[in-house]
């Protein structure tokens, strides 16, 4: 089983850009995905993007793409969602989580583990 702590959440203008984090802990193995979701308040969980540690190969939303970044420090066991260019519709708790398997989903039901979540709020 594998611990997920996410932080580098805050209050932003629309435009701005944020670091996210996610620190894993326990069992790691490299056949891990990491992904990253959010969640407004009334809506369902939304997949932001993950990235496969074997391959390093990444996969995002549309509503994301080219704006926000995954990637992954192997020695730190941490991975990092880069968002540049925020708009208030990001507004959200960014949550990490991490799939037993080589192959990403961008399906929340198809990960295993959570961390407890990061707020983001972006005004405009």
């Known amino acids: 089983q594998v611990q997920l702590v996410e932080s580098g959440g805050g209050l932003v203008q629309a435009g701005d850009s944020l670091r996210l984090s996610c620190a894993a802990s326990g069992r790691t193995f490299s056949s891990y995905t990491m992904a990253w979701f959010r969640q407004a308040p009334g809506k369902e969980r939304e997949f932001v993007g993950f990235i496969t540690w074997r391959g390093e190969n990444t996969y995002y939303a549309d509503s994301v793409k080219g704006r926000f970044t995954i990637s992954r420090d192997i020695a730190k066991n941490t991975v990092y969602l880069q968002m540049n260019s925020l708009k208030p519709e990001d507004t959200a708790v960014y949550y990490c989580?991490?799939?037993?398997?080589?192959?990403?989903?961008?399906?929340?039901?198809?990960?295993?583990?959570w961390g407890q979540g990061t707020q983001v709020t972006v005004s405009s």
């Open positions: 989580a991490a799939r037993k398997s080589p192959y990403g989903s961008d399906y929340y039901t198809g990960y295993d583990n």
